[in-house]
């Protein structure tokens, strides 16, 4: 299979087309990128590896480190998880309060803002310095030792996250956060704040489409029914109210970030990173989904 062809055609053609996206000012910071950034790299479990554009310029991966978090949480508590976050579509914005009051607390997945609020409660109550350690985690699955929270995009993040705000407290409400929410918040700031280009950020999801494990030295990060779990996740999860387009029209479990980013894996197969910062209403990617429509559509690299 030539991947370098089937990207260069999927980044061309999406190139050409007028992007329609806006960028998130909602976060100050993010209202500062050049929103013409537009890159992709893929990463082949058989070592092959070819990107296009801005591919090696570092971005906000924002929600795509709720995958991450969830990773660690599921890897230090198990299946009793779900006891505190539900597995469904929420058919909702990220950012909604809505189904919490009909579901006690309960998030719909933990890649909604409430979702990924509670898991963050998880890792402080089962780590010593979730900061830290989760930190520590990332840079190991990444091979990025000198990997940081970027303090600028945090704080800009804690200035104006209101409705976290109100999403975190809500559910301490109901008794499904455990620690302060302020120390709960602080960390969620934090942890959406990590910055990887699109090399980096497809060879760390690599564990997820090689049935758990690094594929560059073979360390087991999750068991083959964990791994394959937070996969039916993503695909049903990943991309909020839009997600059954994207699996209907992609065909990969993924996730997006409000930092224009997108990580999609083909498990057994390849992780494929797109980021161009303009969303579309959904909060989504506007060229990424499209680049990762075209890819799919027409290469059949897809799990269906």
Not at 15 to 30: F, M, S, V, W
Not at 61 to 87: C, F, H
Not at 121 to 133: P, T, V
Request: net charge neutral; aromatic share 10%.
């Amino acid at each position: 299979m030539n991947y370098q062809d089937i990207i260069e055609k999927a980044f061309n053609y999406t190139k050409e087309q007028k992007n329609k996206g806006k960028i998130a000012t909602y976060i100050p910071e993010l209202a500062n990128v050049d929103p013409n950034k537009f890159g992709a790299h893929m990463t082949s479990l058989r070592g092959k590896e070819c990107g296009m554009g801005d591919c090696f310029e570092n971005f906000s991966i924002q929600s795509i480190a709720k995958v991450l978090s969830l990773t660690l949480a599921y890897k230090l508590v198990g299946e009793k998880i779900w006891k505190r976050v539900d597995v469904e579509p929420s058919g909702t914005k990220f950012d909604s309060l809505l189904l919490l009051e009909i579901n006690n607390g309960i998030p719909r997945n933990p890649f909604v803002n409430a979702g990924a609020l509670v898991i963050c409660d998880i890792l402080i109550s089962h780590l010593g310095n979730a900061k830290k350690e989760f930190l520590d985690f990332v840079r190991d699955i990444s091979d990025l030792p000198d990997l940081v929270y970027s303090d600028l995009i945090a704080d800009s993040e804690k200035a104006t996250g209101y409705r976290n705000v109100a999403l975190c407290n809500f559910i301490k409400s109901f008794g499904n956060i455990k620690n302060e929410p302020a120390e709960v918040l602080d960390f969620y700031f934090d942890m959406c704040s990590l910055e990887m280009n699109c090399q980096q950020l497809s060879r760390t999801f690599t564990f997820l489409a090689n049935r758990g494990q690094k594929t560059s030295d073979g360390t087991k990060i999750l068991s083959k029914s964990q791994s394959k779990r937070i996969n039916a996740l993503m695909l049903t999860c990943g991309f909020y109210d839009e997600s059954g387009e994207f699996a209907f029209k992609v065909g990969l479990p993924g996730k997006s970030g409000v930092g224009g980013g997108i990580v999609a894996l083909y498990p057994n197969n390849y992780t494929i990173v797109v980021w161009s910062p303009p969303l579309n209403p959904h909060g989504n990617s506007f060229r990424g989904m499209k680049f990762l429509e075209k890819l799919t559509t027409h290469s059949e690299l897809t799990i269906f």
